[in-house]
């Protein structure tokens, strides 16, 4: 939650207890960078953090373009926090369409941090604005700050040797030293990092060292600000920390669970956004045994992964909704043989080619249904961008000790945004036994079953005696043969069915935030919702409502308490960023009047819209 | 096999015990013979062998060889098979499929895989015809073949599997059929010793929906006239007695009449190991675009290029170098800007 | 229903109100054939009929063996009749596999015909039978008449030139003859399209003949049956009829609606079992202004379909389930940009490649949910062969009417399975407008829609001043830009679910058979199972049991009186051939708490089946 | 079109009210000019002319055509073009995709339509890299490539797309480049004009994820001495001073330099129009497999053959032939055995 910056003296500096920071601008302006850099240092001093970056769709749009701004928001704070945020408490805007495309999200009273250079007549044109907004009424609601940066930076580097173009780069380092200033940040996290990432052309590094000292001591010396801030450090675990992405956490886990099962992992993918990140970060781990294949197209992908985990690896396909409607196929091929794989569906905004790189939660039902007959798959999601580690990781342990395809569901939301991730100890997670078989006794079973997880043996090619056969016809019970026997298929489908459900025996028991007798309202989420979800139902508690909220990882199969929690409860709702499918299933399931709270915008909740629909279920629509 | 173990393997050992259920006559029961035959010889561990397959009647290949075996999904096949290929390079993996599995909805990773050169050996049955169900024309058919699908007569001109493999990069281009036993096995072993996908299109009979489609070519009475067999440095030379040759006046080729104008010396030598797969196009589309000549049978191509899962073994290798093995996972974990907390 | 022969002597001839025969024996034994004709005369004289062959999976399985066995089951009667029967009153067996595979099937006390000739030691091994059935007592609980078709028949064609392999291909017909006379059937009907056929081969022709007319004489002389018997016609509407398939019937229903739209049909399509007649049948149409496309696999043959409607086409596609699995992106494309199309599933075994030949309905909830995003699509099922034509069209119709992809779902029973069709006057087909758009007025709104059905206009190329884009990215409300705006991206969709949703508002009422106000029990079912259900409900409510039962035609939208009706019965039973999937979408859409009878073995629901399921209901597992 | 019309088009007529989002210096910007300027001249009417991409950077061409477009998914845009122009054959198809588009996911269909010879033109933007998917390497990318999926270098070899498509046994078959302006008008006027199948690679710069990658071959000042153009009918010259040509030599093809030992009569006569596409192929190859040579550019095929939407109007039109049209609906309904109930 933030508090604004007031209107005390500038020398005092007041403490907060969190605040969001948007910036924005041109593609070429830096944005992200900018904005990555801000993470690492309020993470560096302690700050619990929450960011999403927002790119355009295009690669690189037409400078000064509405539809070219980039984007980059992220939320600091002394408490846990648990989302960018809803509203910025302050804007840095690089240009007239930066400005444009966001001023409506910053917070009334907030601050914008403008570079007044970009504001030519061509570019407030390109912008659509007819008058120039700094010198009309237009922004009065705002505490309005203007800098010409360009100008600035150029004087700070006047001795450098670089050239005016490559000078005028720098100039996001001008308003990020300024933002250090105000929110009293060390210099030396980013200092330091530049010049690593300059070793090599010392002058590049020196300028941005420069711009950066500058626009902190600009701040400083100019009393730009009416006040700086603090954020003390949030208390968090002690342990290591870095920032990932969910998709870098979702990698990290997939490696994890294959080394702690001392397997290679193999990766088989085709590029697509907003999951290929997976690919690019798994591609550089040959050293831990990591091959990957950037396939012809997602079925190859698929097909080539259940190759690998036929093989004995971990066989791993990542991919985004439309290659995951490609899947359906091979996915089901994957289910009858009952091989390991995992198979990730980072999520983004469709239907069809939909809003490539937004975010969304509508492939749910696809997830659970989306092939022929029937091919009951255990679905995980992840609800976090460091949680995506754990999520990765339980994803491959029940692939491989269940043997089955398990879905892993991330978002764009998740993918691109970041956390602070506690750094686990690697011997301390647990190892996962992928239990070759090696002996078949007298005569091999391959479809024999374990009694308890229903799962039948793994059986790598190149073991001496087990040579058999495996396909995608009906087989028969124990011996794997193609069966046509009536009796006999229906036992395998309910076997395959009974094989997914037990998986629900080992789920811990399901954690319900707030009340855990029941109450007035639940609110029940999956996936990248937790945050808007969980920091709703605090800040209702907080104002004494009667909400509580369970977040399900498992959804497939759901957690075995599921009905009974959902029946303490005097009304349930179901926010979801989609038109109402986990919603469905619950009904399904559990004969329960839930009912849905969807969002489908390409954007992730509002802590402020879920609050309003509690508001609603409570007291009414009014 | 890093270790080349005698293996005493005979043609029985590759018998698995499912009742073969193709319809009596087929000629894959042919190629299924010459296939266990020729694996036999290997020096392949059983265990090692792996025969991946899509769907159709050619297929069904796998649940008859008592080696490891993956009947998968249609067309899929040389995909999975990388897959399987790449995690285990020791493995000997087959693969196995019709013209409609592999031209038609598998035409796309066929292609890949021959491009990636991955060492897998791809055997087409190419009938010419969709057997499984039940006979449909296929993208080998060709031009005016009525089936129950072009009850009219197909308008879909035909592939030929030799150039789209040559046109796709292959390293390794045969052509046998299913009746012959002795060209077929040979053929069969040279394709498990080249390094790299290996690409064999086998003529078969499909005795229910397209009985007799190679009868001419593959006809005991009819096949030296009908076709020409590329031998490796040899000249081009067909007929009942040898009688026939083929020259190249310019880049055109020319069927004549050894004797008196014509001697062995003035034909074209085949060479399979030009690097530029030209010569091998113009020979593999002779019979198909100049109706006049045979059609060519044997060894297109056969050239050295890396193969694929060498390539990745060789980056997986080189990335361990410093650390001869895995490195900890723990030093993945702590990489880039991390901060304690106390 | 079915009544046994009795033991009355053989002059006399006992009537019966329906009868069941299965025909079985090697795929080389004539045994569709005989079927077929069996099935045509007894729709010529005037009974009510329904059929159902079954194919071995293989081709041309080895002679003589178990798997290579094929059957042709009808069942015809005097009533109506639905389905091809549970139990065959008559097995007719060519050799010893078929009446291994078959002879449980036949009710106790029913009658089995055998060709002895074909119980060598070599065939009964392949059988694996251990002693003859035909002189132990194995068969005692039936009638058993053994004669040697294949002497009689070489000693009937003794005259004929032809070679003794042809003659014995005949032994069918003389079967065949015995049955006619069994049933007092006419052999004309055969004897004329037996002389057609051959019309080039007279030797053939008439040695065909002749072995009918020798096994009809044979029958009567040695009085082989203790009696004969007829099956009056049933009252059946008056009209022209002919036999269809439900494959053919679909092919018939879908031009129709081609031409009642006055357009051309393009079939993209690619060859699967049992999918794969349509294509067949709709090769052959190219006279009504059908063109098809074998394409190279299911993407290109919906993507060509996609584009043939594009240009202004009925644009059709048929599959069966792992080709509708591949169809789902492509499918997410047609509902985006929003175009006719109808897509056929013909559902089969799986999951996977599972059971190709067999039948199942595990396809509900992938045709539902199997594509990325929000995309809803109707969802019309078939009921029976002829119904096809009905729902085929409809699909059609609503398809063009509501510029949406539809879903139609029939199965391998209907699809193989035939019966009589009271062929429609043409001309009395309702018209459907393709409304093609020409003018656009001031501005071309290609996404602006008709109020009632929220329908966009339908736009062919070459329509002069209405060029414009489409594509399967999130479009602008009206203008159809590509629009990455949140709050249309939700408008969009729910504008696409509300259009699919409104196909509601122009359903029939829903047709309930048994007791309209309510009651102990309803059944509600979909699909191929109609003829079992239905005709297990009327069963046992001539039994006194308060049982009612609906048959689905339209499952997404749902009829809007469907929720109402359900709430009216104590109790509600979901028979489907499948784990349950339309009673998960009973039970989110209503909140009853409906329950499945599944059944997932390849084979229809028999009626008893279904009145032991009705029985549990109402009286509990006893 | 079928009368006709004199039609008088312009740029400016085709271009679009969209505002066009490729990144600043992108290849397609000139591509855009080139396909907007041909089209123009075509005597089509624009309302018959309709642009079918997949999708990719290169796939949103459509948008900015003032014509009919249909941007569809990712790699089906030759299936859904085939469907289009079989529905309505009087249309003029263009169908538009990356080599990630054509290449890789859509390679199947690819060659399936060049195989069928359906009239379409496609185009085929080759920039070697997936652009928007922000730079992974593509099937044409090459060996050793380092991009976000290769950073230890690309082990995938390149498929060429003249010779994929020559394999697949396309009757037009072309390559131009983004920057030559006159050389790709001039192709796609030819293309259009063919019928048939005609497939054009236009080598595209991606100034942000694979600069230069043809800087050598389409660069003003290297382009005549790294290209060979292929001209119908006239030897193959190249070289700032056309001091170079290729000759045949036997099977093999030789670069000399012209002057006192070889004259232009030495060199090989490019024909476009052979049957055997063995002469296309080994050109095509040259490039790619024999390193000192210079790339091959302009028109390496063009034969005739039915279309497949002719031969499907045919068929269409001979079954009508005895009801001059479509026969009444009812006579299909009561067709086969029939029977009375009254
Ligand atoms: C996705 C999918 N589409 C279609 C089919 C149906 N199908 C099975 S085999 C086959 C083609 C068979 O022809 P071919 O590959 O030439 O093999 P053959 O039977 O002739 O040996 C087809 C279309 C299928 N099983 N799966
Ligand atoms: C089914 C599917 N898979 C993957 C993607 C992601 N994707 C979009 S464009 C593209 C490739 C772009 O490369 P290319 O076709 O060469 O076009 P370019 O952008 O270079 O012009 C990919 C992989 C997608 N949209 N759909
Ligand atoms: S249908 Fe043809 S290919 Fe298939 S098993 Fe029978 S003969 Fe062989
Ligand atoms: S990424 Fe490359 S291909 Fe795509 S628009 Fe930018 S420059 Fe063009
Ligand atoms: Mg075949
Ligand atoms: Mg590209």
New binding site residues.
């Given amino acids: 939650m933030s508090t604004p910056p007031s209107s005390a003296p500038p020398e005092h500096s007041e403490q907060l207890e969190s605040v969001v920071i948007r910036f924005a601008g041109d593609s070429g302006d830096g944005v992200q960078l900018t904005g990555t850099q801000f993470t690492k240092t309020s993470a560096l001093v302690g700050n619990d953090i929450s960011t999403l970056p927002d790119f355009p769709a295009e690669i690189r749009a037409p400078a000064g373009t509405l539809f070219g701004v980039s984007g980059f928001q992220l939320q600091f704070g002394s408490t846990e926090i648990r989302t960018p945020g809803d509203r910025p408490d302050v804007l840095v805007a690089f240009n007239p369409a930066a400005l444009k495309t966001n001023i409506d999200r910053l917070r009334k009273g907030g601050l914008v941090l403008i570079n007044s250079a970009s504001f030519t007549s061509r570019n407030l044109e390109k912008a659509g604005y007819e008058s120039n907004p700094l010198e009309d009424e237009s922004l009065s609601a705002w505490q309005v700050i203007t800098v010409d940066m360009t100008k600035l930076t150029r004087e700070a580097l006047k001795e450098s040797p670089l050239r005016t173009k490559d000078k005028d780069r720098a100039k996001n380092l001008f308003a990020l030293g300024m933002v250090y200033f105000l929110y009293s940040r060390p210099l030396e996290h980013t200092i330091s990092w530049l010049e690593n990432k300059f070793a090599k052309k010392p002058d590049v590094a020196a300028a941005n060292v420069k711009t950066l000292k500058t626009g902190y001591y600009y701040a400083e010396t100019a009393e730009v600000f009416r006040s700086t801030y603090s954020v003390p450090e949030a208390t968090v675990a002690p342990g290591l920390y870095r920032n990932v992405t969910g998709n870098q956490a979702t990698a990290l886990g997939l490696v994890s669970a294959a080394r702690k099962a001392d397997l290679d992992l193999f990766l088989g993918s085709?590029?697509?956004?907003p999951a290929s990140d997976i690919l690019h970060e798994l591609s550089n781990l040959r050293a831990h045994g990591v091959k990957t294949l950037q396939a012809e197209?997602?079925i190859a992908a698929i097909c080539a992964a259940i190759g690998a985990s036929y093989a004995g690896s971990l066989g791993i396909t990542s991919?985004s909704g439309?290659?995951l409607a490609?899947k359906g196929e091979a996915l089901g091929l994957a289910m009858m043989v009952e091989l390991p794989l995992v198979v990730i569906n980072v999520q983004r905004g469709g239907p069809s080619?939909g809003l490539?790189t937004k975010t969304e939660q509508a492939d749910l039902l696809m997830s659970m249904y989306g092939r022929n007959g029937e091919s009951p798959i255990p679905i995980i999601a992840a609800r976090s961008p460091a949680d995506c580690f754990a999520a990765a990781f339980e994803a491959a342990q029940v692939a491989i000790s269940t043997r089955t395809p398990v879905l892993l569901l991330t978002d764009g939301y998740l993918a691109n945004g970041s956390e602070p991730w506690a750094i686990p100890q690697a011997d301390e997670l647990p190892n996962i036994d992928p239990d070759f078989l090696l002996d078949g006794g007298e005569v091999l079973q391959p479809y024999a079953r374990d009694p308890e997880s229903l799962s039948r043996p793994w059986i790598k090619p190149g073991t001496v005696g087990l040579e058999h056969r495996v396909g995608g016809l009906e087989k028969a019970d124990l011996t794997g043969n193609v069966s046509y026997d009536p009796a006999n298929h229906h036992r395998m489908c309910s076997l395959r069915r009974d094989k997914v459900a037990r998986i629900a025996d080992s789920l811990p028991p399901t954690t319900i935030t707030g009340s855990q007798t029941g109450g007035d309202l639940l609110l029940v989420g999956w996936g990248g919702t937790y945050g808007s979800i969980t920091t709703a139902v605090h800040k209702a508690r907080a104002a004494g409502k009667d909400v509580s909220s369970v977040h399900l990882r498992n959804i497939n199969p759901l957690p075995p308490d599921l009905g009974d929690i959902l029946r303490r409860y005097d009304k349930i709702l179901v926010p979801e960023l989609n038109l109402g499918q986990l919603v469905r299933i619950l009904r399904a399931e559990y004969l329960v009047d839930a009912r849905g709270c969807n969002k489908v915008q390409g954007l992730p909740f509002t802590v402020n819209e879920l609050i309003a629909a509690i508001d609603a279920e409570l007291y009414g629509e009014a | 096999m890093s270790e080349q173990p005698i293996i005493s393997l005979s043609r029985s050992d590759l018998v698995s015990d499912q009742e073969v259920r193709w319809c009596p006559g087929c000629g894959d029961y042919a190629i299924l013979k010459h296939v266990q035959s020729a694996l036999a010889d290997l020096q392949v561990p059983r265990e090692n062998m792996v025969v991946v397959s899509g769907i159709g009647c050619a297929a069904r290949f796998p649940y008859y060889m008592n080696t490891y075996g993956f009947h998968t999904i249609h067309g899929r096949s040389p995909a999975l098979a990388t897959g399987v290929k790449m995690a285990n390079p020791e493995l000997s993996v087959w693969v196995v499929g019709g013209d409609g599995d592999m031209m038609s909805i598998g035409g796309n990773h066929l292609i890949h895989a021959l491009r990636r050169n991955i060492d897998l050996t791809i055997l087409l049955f190419n009938n010419e015809i969709y057997g499984l169900t039940k006979g449909q024309f296929s993208p080998t058919s060709g031009l005016g073949k009525r089936t129950k699908s072009s009850p009219l007569g197909s308008i879909d001109p035909a592939f030929d599997p030799v150039s789209l493999a040559l046109g796709a990069g292959a390293t390794f281009v045969g052509r046998t059929a299913d009746m012959w036993g002795k060209h077929c096995q040979a053929m069969l072993k040279e394709a498990h010793a080249h390094k790299g996908a290996a690409f064999i299109e086998i003529l078969q009979n499909c005795i229910i929906f397209n009985d007799g489609a190679f009868a001419h070519e593959v006809g005991k009475k009819t096949k030296d006239d009908a076709t020409v067999e590329l031998i490796h440095g040899e000249p081009l030379i067909f007929g009942k007695e040898s009688q026939f040759g083929i020259l190249a006046d310019g880049l055109e080729l020319k069927v004549v009449e050894l004797g008196e104008e014509f001697s062995a010396e003035d034909l074209l030598v085949y060479d399979k190991t030009k690097l530029n797969p030209g010569m091998a196009q113009m020979i593999a589309a002779m019979g198909v675009s100049d109706g006049s000549l045979p059609l060519p049978v044997g060894m297109f191509r056969q050239v050295q290029r890396p193969t694929y899962e060498h390539s990745m073994e060789d980056q997986v290798r080189s990335a361990q170098q410093d650390t001869g093995g895995k490195p900890p996972l723990q030093s993945l974990f702590n990489q880039g800007d991390t901060w304690t907390v106390d």
């Fill in positions: 085709y590029p697509i956004t197209d997602e991919t439309p290659g490609l080619t490539p």
